[in-house]
């Protein structure tokens, strides 16, 4: 085989490992940038539920302490919320939610309170 032949294979071929290679770095740079970007929208639409039942579970809560009596629709709203914290997070969190709810579903049996205000 003439020596230019072989030249020119080893031309191609490094040229083509070259192509090769930087197409599959391109590839996994491209794949790692949308994972962090995915990960990041799910970290915010979490936050966003977490934010949205601390909201509601702190409105029905004072709701407790000065009437007897629940409302049922924001409790519906608050175990729907629960329920799409159990969708997108860990066990744990629906769980301790879920003690909240109780807490404050308890808190409406309780005899009210006032709040008073203090005299300087």
Request: hydrophobic share 45%.
């Amino acid at each position: 085989m003439n020596a230019a032949y072989i030249s020119a294979l080893a031309a191609l071929a490094g040229s083509l490992i070259g192509g090769l290679t930087t197409f599959a770095a391109a590839w996994v740079t491209q794949r790692q940038q949308a994972n962090v970007q995915w990960l990041l929208q799910e970290k915010t639409r979490r936050q966003e539920l977490y934010q949205q039942f601390i909201e509601e579970a702190s409105k029905l809560y004072v709701d407790a302490l000065i009437h007897d009596q629940a409302e049922i629709p924001p409790l519906v709203s608050l175990y729907a919320l629960i329920n799409k914290m159990r969708v997108v997070s860990n066990p744990g969190i629906a769980e301790r939610a879920d003690k909240v709810v109780r807490i404050i579903v308890d808190t409406y049996a309780l005899p009210n309170k006032s709040f008073q205000r203090c005299a300087r």
